[in-house]
């Protein structure tokens, strides 16, 4: 199966910006989509953005819309977050999950990378 490790985590200042890397150990031609997700202390994880692997097209939860950005190097098997105007509120632990063929949900998950905005 596809193993993910993200990296790109960190310390940074609110207002700064981070990006975060995810690999797949496996060629992408059996992932359809690759996405981002989030999970603060005591909270539920939650969907920060996710993109297809062949059209490329994203989808952005609204608290990051205009501040992140995801993009992937189908020919790295990778998949990126470019998080900008960080904000306090962003700090968790963020996931990549990969997404199977001919599938709704996400089968594959990294076991995270923690970022921390600081005030």
């Known amino acids: 199966q596809v193993q993910l490790v993200e990296s790109g985590g960190g310390l940074v200042q609110a207002g700064g910006s981070l990006g975060l890397d995810c690999a797949a150990s496996?060629?992408?031609?059996?992932?359809?989509?690759m996405g981002w997700f989030r999970q603060a202390p005591g909270k539920e994880r939650e969907f920060v953005a996710s993109i297809t692997w062949n059209g490329g097209s994203t989808v952005y939860a609204d608290s990051v819309k205009g501040r992140f950005t995801i993009s992937r190097d189908n020919a790295k098997n990778t998949v990126y977050l470019q998080m900008d105007s960080l904000k306090p509120e962003d700090t968790a632990v963020y996931y990549c999950a990969a997404r199977a063929v001919f599938t709704s949900a996400y089968n594959y998950w990294g076991r995270g990378t923690q970022v921390t905005v600081s005030s």
């Open positions: 496996k060629p992408t031609f059996s992932i359809s989509a």
